[in-house]
């Protein structure tokens, strides 16, 4: 009986891997199409077989395993077949760092929310209803809800998992739908909270593979990823998808009792940086549960308590949130006025200097370049000496590598600075959204507050006092006007209220 395998390494491998030769011949088309690893091949041909007593035929490369001597050239010819595929695979290669560099999707399918425009099959187009669920899945981490929790919310509401809805909609997907449509996974959740594809980024180059042999890709570093803002259209605003990113840095977990600390990530001790750890227990009331700096819980003595209840901690920030909004919204021309006075309007000189500083850094960068060709130029000519041309080049390189890292160092000053203010537009939103806060809840907390420092309890005074400094998204701690500071813009108010009527 004569076993045929037809087809490329993907039939021979699950062939040759198994060892289950059900026959005493194996015969393929030509010594490629057994495969094109030279040292696998050779492997198979020279050992396995012989030891499996299997007779291998190649017919058109007239490679008979039974007639060794007109096998010479195999090895040869192996090696060939292994020049030819890595050939190959450096041109794919190439093409798609081309490809990648240019603006184009590497990637074979879009993911979860998107689907390929039928006009253009270089776009992607929103998929709404999937658009749905991911900007619900952001809104539950946002109210402070964990991976599993979002996982078991979405299983209960009966809401398709990505495999499911693309199987549902006659779309490819590189995964098959499990049994239940509706079991998401907790790695499903934390790759759609990651993904920067939902800000309208296109990101290149995030896996590579380190051999042409292997169908293993591994995650490349994110300073190596080439990023395209504005590829597509966008489902998360920028500020939720980075306010979800610093959630995701400061996890909260559930303690033994099953109640997890509001402000777990939040709380920070003013003395030593360290967080506050929640601490509860079953037999607790929940008015007993508190905080305590991690320094001080671990026993090494680095630190005091810092100790505060949650309930007074609580009480103290949705007061002060509260007092904030009333003022920023009564007086928010003022409030804008007064920050940009304090440190909007110096960054704003800051990164105008920077931007003049980097179009001279680039005319000096193009500068040396010409300078470069001149020396070695003369150089060529015999104008200039071996040493003296060694001297000026290797100056006039370390002063050009120097400024493209002055450069690369102030482009990315700018581009947080210009965050910082766009992330201040985006605290006024917030503070407009809300009319009153009766309540504290982790959404409110989320949108405006990322970090609350206790410091230690003063009892100088003969009583248990304890400062707490609340630092809000953008904007840092914020001073509230005392009632004579109210009573003075109110009237400054009404005077460009009059003012302004008058030239009317």
Same mark, same amino acid.
């Given at each position: 009986?004569?076993?045929?395998?037809?087809?490329?390494?993907?039939?021979?491998?699950?062939?040759?891997?198994?060892?289950?030769?059900?026959?005493?011949?194996?015969?393929?088309?030509?010594?490629?199409?057994?495969?094109?690893?030279?040292?696998?091949?050779?492997?198979?041909?020279?050992?396995?077989?012989?030891?499996?007593?299997?007779?291998?035929?190649?017919?058109?490369?007239?490679?008979?395993?039974?007639?060794?001597?007109?096998?010479?050239?195999?090895?040869?010819?192996?090696?060939?077949?292994?020049?030819?595929?890595?050939?190959?695979?450096?041109?794919?290669?190439?093409?798609?760092?081309?490809?990648?560099?240019?603006?184009?999707?590497?990637?074979?399918?879009?993911?979860?929310?998107?689907?390929?425009?039928?006009?253009?099959?270089?776009?992607?187009?929103?998929d709404e209803e999937a658009?749905?669920?991911?900007?619900?899945?952001?809104?539950?981490?946002?109210?402070?809800?964990?991976?599993?929790?979002?996982?078991?919310?979405?299983?209960?509401?009966?809401?398709?998992?990505?495999?499911a809805h693309f199987h549902?909609?006659?779309?490819?997907?590189?995964?098959?739908?499990?049994?239940?449509?509706?079991?998401?996974?907790?790695?499903?959740?934390?790759?759609?909270?990651?993904?920067?594809?939902?800000?309208?980024?296109?990101?290149?180059?995030?896996?590579?593979?380190?051999?042409?042999?292997?169908?293993?890709?591994?995650?490349?570093?994110?300073?190596?990823?080439?990023?395209?803002?504005?590829?597509?259209?966008?489902?998360?605003?920028?500020?939720?998808?980075? !306010?979800?990113? /610093? #959630?995701?840095?400061?996890?909260? @977990?559930?303690?033994?009792?099953?109640? &997890?600390?509001?402000? *777990?990530?939040?709380?920070?001790?003013?003395?030593?940086?360290?967080?506050?750890?929640?601490?509860?227990?079953?037999?607790?009331?929940?008015?007993?549960?508190?905080?305590?700096?991690?320094?001080?819980?671990?026993?090494?003595?680095?630190?005091?308590?810092?100790?505060?209840?949650?309930?007074?901690?609580?009480?103290?920030?949705?007061?002060?949130?509260?007092?904030t909004l009333r003022y920023?919204?009564?007086?928010?021309?003022?409030?804008?006025?007064?920050?940009?006075?304090?440190?909007?309007?110096?960054?704003?000189?800051?990164?105008?200097?920077?931007?003049?500083?980097?179009?001279?850094?680039?005319? !000096?960068?193009? /500068? #040396?370049?010409?300078?470069?060709? @001149?020396?070695?130029?003369?150089?060529? &000519?015999?104008?200039? *000496?071996?040493?003296?041309?060694?001297?000026?080049?290797?100056?006039?390189?370390?002063?050009?590598?120097?400024?493209?890292?002055?450069?690369?160092?102030?482009?990315?000053?700018?581009?947080?600075?210009?965050?910082?203010?766009?992330?201040?537009?985006?605290?006024?939103?917030?503070?407009?959204?809300?009319?009153?806060?009766?309540?504290?809840?982790?959404?409110?907390?989320?949108?405006?507050?990322?970090?609350?420092?206790?410091?230690?309890?003063?009892?100088?005074?003969?009583?248990?006092?304890?400062?707490?400094?609340?630092?809000?998204?953008?904007?840092?701690?914020?001073?509230?006007?005392?009632?004579?500071?109210?009573?003075? #813009?109110?009237?400054?108010?009404?005077?460009?209220?009059?003012?302004?009527?008058?030239?009317?």
């Amino acid at each position: 009986m004569l076993q045929a395998v037809h087809g490329w390494s993907s039939a021979y491998e699950r062939l040759v891997k198994s060892q289950k030769f059900f026959s005493s011949y194996l015969t393929q088309e030509d010594m490629s199409r057994l495969g094109k690893d030279y040292l696998r091949v050779g492997m198979y041909t020279d050992i396995i077989f012989s030891e499996k007593n299997i007779h291998f035929i190649a017919i058109n490369d007239g490679v008979d395993s039974k007639n060794s001597t007109g096998n010479d050239f195999t090895p040869i010819r192996n090696l060939f077949n292994e020049f030819h595929a890595r050939d190959t695979a450096k041109k794919v290669r190439d093409a798609m760092t081309v490809r990648g560099n240019s603006g184009k999707y590497l990637c074979t399918s879009p993911p979860y929310g998107f689907l390929r425009d039928p006009c253009d099959k270089d776009k992607w187009i929103v998929d709404e209803e999937a658009a749905k669920v991911i900007q619900r899945i952001y809104d539950l981490c946002i109210d402070g809800k964990g991976v599993s929790q979002i996982a078991r919310i979405l299983w209960k509401d009966k809401v398709q998992t990505p495999s499911a809805h693309f199987h549902s909609i006659n779309v490819k997907s590189r995964h098959k739908p499990s049994a239940d449509p509706y079991c998401w996974k907790d790695c499903t959740i934390e790759g759609i909270l990651s993904r920067m594809e939902y800000l309208g980024c296109m990101v290149n180059f995030k896996h590579s593979k380190k051999s042409y042999k292997s169908k293993r890709s591994y995650p490349n570093d994110p300073d190596n990823w080439v990023i395209f803002e504005d590829a597509h259209p966008a489902i998360i605003e920028k500020a939720q998808w980075e !306010r979800v990113q /610093e #959630l995701r840095q400061h996890k909260r @977990r559930l303690t033994k009792s099953g109640r &997890a600390g509001l402000f *777990s990530g939040l709380v920070y001790c003013a003395d030593c940086g360290a967080k506050l750890h929640f601490a509860t227990c079953k037999s607790f009331d929940a008015t007993q549960d508190h905080y305590r700096c991690s320094n001080y819980k671990s026993g090494m003595g680095q630190c005091s308590a810092h100790f505060i209840r949650e309930v007074v901690l609580r009480d103290i920030i949705l007061e002060h949130i509260q007092r904030t909004l009333r003022y920023i919204q009564q007086f928010e021309a003022s409030f804008v006025r007064l920050k940009y006075e304090q440190s909007f309007e110096d960054r704003r000189r800051e990164l105008a200097e920077m931007k003049r500083e980097i179009v001279r850094a680039n005319r !000096r960068i193009g /500068e #040396l370049d010409t300078l470069f060709k @001149r020396v070695y130029e003369d150089h060529v &000519a015999s104008k200039l *000496s071996d040493e003296r041309f060694v001297s000026m080049s290797s100056d006039y390189e370390t002063e050009q590598r120097q400024l493209k890292a002055n450069v690369m160092q102030m482009e990315a000053d700018i581009a947080k600075g210009e965050a910082v203010t766009a992330d201040f537009q985006v605290f006024l939103a917030n503070i407009r959204k809300y009319t009153d806060i009766s309540e504290l809840t982790p959404t409110i907390l989320n949108e405006f507050i990322p970090r609350i420092e206790v410091h230690a309890p003063d009892k100088s005074s003969g009583k248990r006092t304890q400062q707490i400094d609340i630092y809000y998204n953008a904007v840092g701690v914020v001073n509230i006007p005392t009632a004579e500071e109210l009573e003075s #813009l109110k009237a400054e108010r009404a005077a460009r209220k009059e003012q302004d009527h008058k030239s009317a």
